[in-house]
């Protein structure tokens, strides 16, 4: 129990960096149209969600490996204090450019804030106790997504939406005070080998070329455009140029030899489809209530509680259970197939639209998503020597991100492909359930590692491997 009370602050901290992050993606929903208004055309506007989007995938492996190199404790009030800045900056624009460019840089930080929070939480406990403490992640997030939407439109409602950027700055200012005075700082020596520039660039380039090729498809510009044709092909080769620059690293971003692991190649694959086919609730089913069933955008939004309330519950519950056991794999089997049931009622249920049905539905989808993604994590970071849990973890985000920007391209294709929103939103699901079955597929790969019961040393990031002594990946 007093171990736990130790580690209360510290963890309140890092769960108060991270809530930043979350909160201005659900406050800043509701007020798009009034940013557009004051600012520039609705056009022009969706560069706000874009460039914050784009900057955060591509940076996060930089920030994940700065972190393994200097202290994740250190670049995460980095990233926090870049945040904070950004934000009052952005609060403070005078036309969409200021704003747009400020948010690139907002996103950047965030991306930094995510990865390196989570790395923070595998220096401060043991990946056995690491489930459920995730747990307690997840409800802090449910909570910031019910609440954000409610408070973005009072406050775009009732007084300005520029105060939808300012809220950041107590609750950031209070999450630094927090981790500078309560979280550990692991000791760090300084790197041997320099830092990946080169690489480090190549990706964020590949990445955002990649992503605005899926943020744009079909939306912005038909596929067969130039400028699609011109982002595909720019993807490619900077895809190219990057995998041969990074032979020839001394410490490579692009971590290879963690991806030829199997506990990392197959959550990451894993996190990658599921991350697809969440796509499918979050943008369709507010978009299938209020054309189906009459409700508001508010109320559209707030019907997806049940699913945030349901993945908190099922990720403290699942947390608790590989606390005890220390057994993790059933977790995510269980939750992807809960998907995948859940996702073949909603495309019944198309049919008949009801808010309750729909709802009980998005309950299933809920229970099962709490048992996939946090735990995927879990297992990710137990596989790999501490020096690295910034880079491992940074990977597992950044395959979360890419496969956000895939599912959001090919079912937005899909749907568009349909002619009205019942059979569009239809399609959609029965498009998803495939693809999550298919991540059940790949996670029954995952072999089950025996969870550390403390925070393993090893050796300072930048410096070459030891030779290392793991479990054999077979078994399961």
């Not at 004051?38 to 940076?59: E, F, K, M, P, Q």
Request: aromatic content about 6%.
């Amino acid at each position: 129990m007093s171990n736990h009370n130790s580690r209360f602050l510290p963890f309140t901290a890092i769960v108060l960096a991270m809530l930043p992050a979350v909160l201005d993606q659900t406050i800043l929903a509701t007020a798009l149209p009034v940013v557009a208004r004051d600012l520039g055309a609705i056009s022009d506007v969706a560069w706000v969600v874009t460039a914050y989007v784009v900057a955060a995938a591509a940076t996060t492996p930089l920030w994940g490996k700065l972190g393994d190199r200097h202290g994740h404790k250190r670049l995460l009030e980095v990233t926090l204090t870049t945040f904070i800045v950004s934000s009052a900056l952005c609060g403070a624009a005078q036309d969409i450019t200021q704003l747009v460019v400020v948010r690139f840089i907002q996103g950047a930080a965030a991306g930094g804030l995510m990865t390196l929070a989570m790395a923070a939480v595998g220096d401060l406990v043991a990946p056995r106790e690491r489930g459920r403490f995730q747990g307690y992640i997840a409800a802090a997030f449910a909570i910031a997504t019910v609440v954000g939407p409610l408070v973005g439109g009072l406050l775009t409602e009732h007084a300005t939406w520029r105060l939808i950027f300012f809220v950041n700055l107590p609750l950031g200012v209070v999450a630094l005070a927090g981790l500078r005075i309560y979280l550990p700082a692991p000791p760090s020596e300084r790197p041997e080998r320099p830092l990946d520039l080169t690489g480090s660039a190549l990706l964020a380039a590949a990445t955002g070329a990649f992503m605005l090729t899926c943020i744009w498809g079909g939306q912005r510009y038909a596929w067969s455009s130039a400028p699609i044709v011109a982002l595909i092909a720019a993807t490619a080769l900077l895809s190219l140029v990057l995998f041969l620059a990074e032979r020839r690293a001394a410490d490579p971003i692009v971590p290879f030899h963690l991806l030829r692991m199997r506990p990392v190649a197959v959550a990451s694959a894993t996190l990658f489809l599921a991350l697809a086919s969440l796509f499918a609730i979050t943008v369709f089913v507010p978009l299938f209530l209020q054309v189906t069933t009459g409700a508001t955008p508010t109320q559209a939004g707030l019907l997806l509680a049940p699913a945030m309330l349901s993945i908190t519950v099922s990720t403290t519950v699942s947390g608790r259970l590989i606390a005890r056991s220390g057994r993790y794999k059933r977790f995510p089997v269980i939750g992807l197939a809960l998907m995948t049931a859940a996702l073949v009622l909603l495309a019944v249920l198309a049919s008949h639209p009801s808010r309750l049905a729909t709802g009980a539905a998005l309950t299933v989808f809920g229970l099962g998503f709490g048992m996939v993604t946090q735990i995927l994590v879990v297992a990710v970071q137990n596989s790999v020597e501490r020096s690295e849990l910034g880079i491992a973890t940074a990977v597992t985000g950044f395959f979360r991100a890419l496969g956000g920007a895939v599912g959001a391209a090919v079912l937005g294709a899909v749907f568009a492909g349909r002619g009205d929103v019942i059979h569009g939103v239809q399609t959609v699901f029965l498009v998803a359930a495939p693809i999550s079955a298919l991540a059940l597929l790949v996670v029954l790969l995952l072999p089950e590692v025996p969870l550390k019961t403390a925070p393993q040393p090893s050796r300072p990031a930048g410096k070459a491997p030891l030779p290392a002594t793991r479990v054999k990946l077979g078994q399961s």
